[in-house]
C-alpha cells in the first residue's frame, strides 16, 4: 500500500475518473443546450426600440427627448427605475384594459425591457430601493 491509505493502482484509477471529469461536464453541458436549456441570447436593445415606439409611444415617454405622452402613464425610464425584470415580464405577459393587447413573445418582452433599463439612470448604491407597497409622498398621513 502507498502512504494514503489506497494501493497504487486505486490512485490510478481515482487520477483517470478525475481526467475525464472536465469532459464529461463539457457532454453534459452540449446535451443540455441540445435538449433547451442553453442560456437565451442577448436581449437586443434597438429592436426593444423599435418595438416600443410601435406599441407604447403613444402612452408612455419611451425616449428622453420626447416631450410628453398622450396618457398619464408612467415613462419607461420611471418603469425600469421602480421595478424589477420579473416583476415588468410578468406585467407584459398578461393583458389590461388600459393597453393594447401586444400579444408579445418573450424575446420581443427581453428586447423592450433591455430598452426600458437602457434609459433608466443607473442605481445609487447608497439610496434604499423603492417599497412597492410605500404610498407617494402627497399620500402619506
Known amino acids: 500500500m502507498t502512504q494514503g491509505g489506497g494501493s497504487h493502482s486505486d490512485q490510478i484509477s481515482i487520477m483517470k475518473m478525475m481526467s ?3 469532459l464529461t461536464i463539457l457532454m453534459a453541458a452540449g446535451a443540455m443546450s441540445l435538449a433547451g436549456f442553453a442560456p437565451a441570447a442577448a436581449a437586443d436593445v434597438k ?3 423599435r418595438l416600443a415606439q410601435r ?3 403613444s402612452c408612455h415617454v419611451i425616449t428622453p427627448g420626447q416631450p410628453k405622452a398622450a396618457a398619464d402613464a408612467p415613462s419607461f425610464a420611471a418603469i425600469s427605475a421602480a421595478r424589477k425584470v420579473p416583476e415588468i415580464t410578468g406585467f407584459l405577459l398578461q ?3 388600459s393597453m393594447p393587447d401586444m400579444n408579445l413573445s418573450r424575446d420581443e418582452i427581453a428586447d423592450l425591457i ?3 433599463q437602457s ?3 443607473p442605481a445609487d448604491p447608497l439610496k434604499p430601493p423603492p417599497q412597492k407597497d410605500d404610498p407617494p409622498k402627497q399620500f402619506r398621513g
Open 20 to 22: 475525464r471529469f472536465p
Open 119 to 121: 434609459l433608466a439612470p
Open 47 to 49: 429592436q426593444g426600440a
Open 55 to 57: 406599441w407604447c409611444a
Open 95 to 97: 393583458s389590461h384594459p
Open 114 to 116: 433591455a430598452y426600458m
